[in-house]
């Protein structure tokens, strides 16, 4: 999406959903210079570490096969046993400091995002035929970041080797007359200084490649004003369908509202507002609300009561009370028993007297 739409207009922060799309499609902020760093890093650690164990490992099986080369015996299964020695010593020797190169890779995409797996970069794009894009490729911002970036790191490597090196010019020129493995000894401690001085070099031009990275990555993900109100459609519905909606389940619950109030044993009423309708039988705890309403519903509330003969009492604050702090299928509240309990008891009063009457 971000692709065809006009920059211009991209003034907006992505939502989390663009964000997360974009991983998907391995779109990530991703600086190349951090995994350089994390490789040449953890290249100075294995020679710091491992030069000598990595030395004697492969010089000592190198020099015992030397020694004893007249011994080899040259048919294919003693060849075969002797390739799988020298195997053996050479994985033995080399292989912590491989896979603390593998773990330094891994490290340097590890810090910047987590794992992505997409195929999206394998899909054939057309664009990228495009002579426009060809050419913004090469003569665009990122193509002058990365010029730059090229140019500081050469500035840098350089600087930090001139440093380290022309105090060492007269000793690196004494050096030809040492034998190699006095050669060997000079020369590996001054590799190390210059190599930790390249770390903390590349240091300062990594993590700046990777905020300018971060920054061109966020950019590129940001959207529109129409990409918001189109997301929002997409993820939370058409406000026009959601009314639809909401409109269809008050009507259905007017409907079954309206169905319990001939259930009801007495209508509450504010005559010109409110309309309460409470149900109660001997044994419940305390009187249920099974419908509520203001102007219309109201009316209909009283018109539906007396349609089937259901007591209507007129309280105004009882009422609006009622109204305001009861729900429809929900006891009453405690401090309306006594109010609500004077009402309920006058209205079996009125029946039970109504029903002497009859007879």
Known sequence: MADNSDP???????????LEEALERGDVAKSQEINTWFMIAGGTLVVSTFSGSVGSGLVTPMRNLLANSWMIKTDPGN????????????????????????????AGNMLQHRLVWSAESLKPKFSKLSPA???????????????????????????????????????MEAMVKLDPSGMLGATTGMTIHMLGAVVAALAIVAIADYFFQYRSWFQRQKMSLQEIKDEFKQSEGDPHIKGK??????????????????????????????SVALSYERGMS???????????????????????????????????????TVEIDQEIPMEHYHAVAEVIGYVMRMKRGFSAARQ
């Open 79 to 106: 060849l075969l046993v002797l390739v799988q020695q020298i195997e053996g010593a050479v994985l033995a020797a080399v292989g912590i400091p491989l896979l603390m190169l593998v773990l330094a890779a891994i």
């Open 286 to 324: 305390a009187p249920i609300c099974v419908a509520k309403g203001v102007d219309n519903i109201a009316f209909k509330i009283r018109e539906v009561a007396r349609e089937h003969d259901i007591p209507i009492v007129e309280n105004v604050p009882l009422a609006r009370a009622l109204y305001a």
């Open 245 to 274: 909606i909401r409109q269809l389940r008050q009507q259905r619950s007017k409907k079954r509202m309206m169905a319990a109030v001939p259930k009801a044993s007495v209508i509450i009423t504010n005559p010109t507002h409110y």
């Open 8 to 18: 211009e207009s991209q003034t907006e922060d992505p939502t989390q959903k663009r």
């Open 133 to 171: 894009a060809g050419f913004k490729r090469i003569f665009g911002k990122q193509a002058a970041a990365n010029f730059l970036k090229g140019i500081g790191k050469l500035i840098a490597v350089g600087v930090v080797m001139t440093t380290i090196l022309w105090p060492e010019r007269h000793r």
